[in-house]
């Protein structure tokens, strides 16, 4: 899950009126969004009254079950005026639903809609339960957690150790966020338990970075 937070609704109304924005669609995110409490049904409502208040048209709105899924904004093009005629649209989604959208805009009709996003993005969580997300992973491109009993050290270590723990560990807890438990004495507990110590001898090589050059894409066909 993409975890997202709220933008201060002042740099959303403030970007609205550099765009000279008048009319405001609005598209949530029946996904991860909608479980991060930042882009459902409930904060679709909240934007069109804040909005309306703030003096912009909201023409209507949307909440796509994926809003990273170009087929389906595509469609709410098509099939919704309210959608593709307005000046612009403010995305309660993360920034692949955002950049989704802005990608749909300018293919269709005159292009000069804007879009203008809500939240902003920050991790790819799993998540405990309701309401409670915890970072996982970075998504290096190059997983190692078959060698660390499925902790992360480029993620759930502060400074990414793949060969630790640092120097800095104090009684078991992290040096840099010190509520927290230190990720490689967590790793050597599993393996301890597993009975897989002697891989805490082996050096993991440094990352190879060019695996993660940006846009990376996965094409299936
Ligand atoms: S090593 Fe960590 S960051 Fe890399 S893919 Fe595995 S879980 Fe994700
Ligand atoms: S104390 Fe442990 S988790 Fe914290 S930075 Fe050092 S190795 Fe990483």
């Not at 991860?32 to 208040?53: F, I, N, S, V």
Request: aromatic content about 4%; glycine content about 8%.
């Amino acid at each position: 899950m993409i975890i997202t937070k709220k933008k201060d609704i002042t740099e959303i109304t403030e970007n609205l009126k550099e765009a000279d924005a008048k009319s405001v669609f609005l598209f949530g995110c029946d996904s991860c969004a909608e479980q991060c409490k930042t882009g459902g049904k409930t904060e679709l409502a909240e934007m069109t009254e804040t909005l309306t208040k703030a003096g912009f048209t909201v023409t209507g709105s949307a909440l796509p079950s994926e809003t990273c899924y170009n087929q389906l904004i595509k469609k709410e093009y098509r099939t919704n005026e309210d959608a593709s005629l307005a000046d612009a649209t403010v995305v309660l989604a993360c920034g692949a639903g955002v950049k989704n959208i802005a990608d749909v805009a300018a293919s269709t009709g005159n292009g000069t809609q804007v879009t203008i996003p809500a939240l902003d993005s920050h991790f790819l969580s799993s998540v405990d339960r309701v309401g409670r997300f915890f970072e996982g992973c970075s998504l290096c491109g190059e997983c190692v957690l078959d060698k660390t009993a499925g902790i992360c050290p480029h993620t759930d270590c502060p400074k990414s150790m793949l060969n630790g723990p640092c120097g800095g560990v104090d009684h078991g807890k992290c040096e840099v966020i010190r509520e927290n438990d230190c990720a490689w004495v967590r790793i050597y507990g599993r393996l301890k338990t597993q009975g897989r110590l002697d891989l805490m001898k082996k050096i993991t090589p440094p990352k190879d970075h060019s695996r993660t050059t940006h846009p990376r894409k996965l094409l299936l066909r």
